[in-house]
C-alpha cells in the first residue's frame, strides 16, 4: 500500500504563492504516476496537474498552464505543486493522488484511473 500526506495549503490573497507537497510512504516503487486534484464546495473534483513518478513528464490543465509547477523531489518521495498567481477561483480542496501500478489505457487527468488518496490540504485565496 502507499499512503499520501498533503501539506501546505493556507489562506493568500490574489495573485500570491503557495507550495503544496504531497509526502509517499510504503510502497512507493510500485506508484506509476502522481496527481494533484481539486474540489471547491458544490463542484467535481477536477485534474489539476500530474507528474510521471520518474518526474519525466507532466501535465496540467488548462485553468492552471503557466501558473502552476509540478515536481518530484525523489530523495523525499515528494512531489510538490508550486502555485504562483493564485485567483480566487483556485479555492478549493486540494488532493493528491497516486497510480498504483501502470495500466493500459491509463489516462493522467481522471481521477477514476488513480487508486490511492490523501485527505487534502484547503486552499483559499481571498480577492
Known amino acids: 500500500q502507499v499512503q499520501l500526506v498533503e501539506s501546505g495549503g493556507g489562506l493568500v490573497q490574489a495573485g500570491g504563492s503557495l507550495r503544496l507537497s504531497c509526502a509517499a510512504s510504503g510502497r512507493t516503487y510500485s506508484i506509476y504516476a502522481v496527481g494533484w486534484f481539486r474540489q471547491a464546495p458544490g463542484k467535481e473534483r477536477e485534474f489539476v496537474a500530474a507528474?510521471?513518478?520518474?518526474?519525466?513528464?507532466?501535465y496540467y490543465a488548462d485553468s492552471v498552464k503557466g501558473r502552476f509547477t509540478i515536481s518530484r523531489d525523489n530523495a523525499k518521495n515528494t512531489v510538490d505543486l508550486q502555485m504562483n498567481n493564485l485567483k480566487p477561483e483556485d479555492t478549493a480542496v486540494y488532493y493528491c493522488?497516486?497510480?498504483?501500478?501502470?495500466?493500459?489505457?491509463?489516462?493522467?487527468?481522471?481521477?477514476?484511473?488513480?487508486?490511492?488518496w490523501g485527505q487534502g490540504t484547503q486552499v483559499t485565496v481571498s480577492s
Open positions: 493522488a497516486a497510480r498504483i501500478n501502470f495500466f493500459i489505457g491509463f489516462n493522467y487527468n481522471s481521477k477514476a484511473n488513480y487508486n490511492s
Open positions: 507528474i510521471h513518478w520518474s518526474g519525466r513528464t507532466t
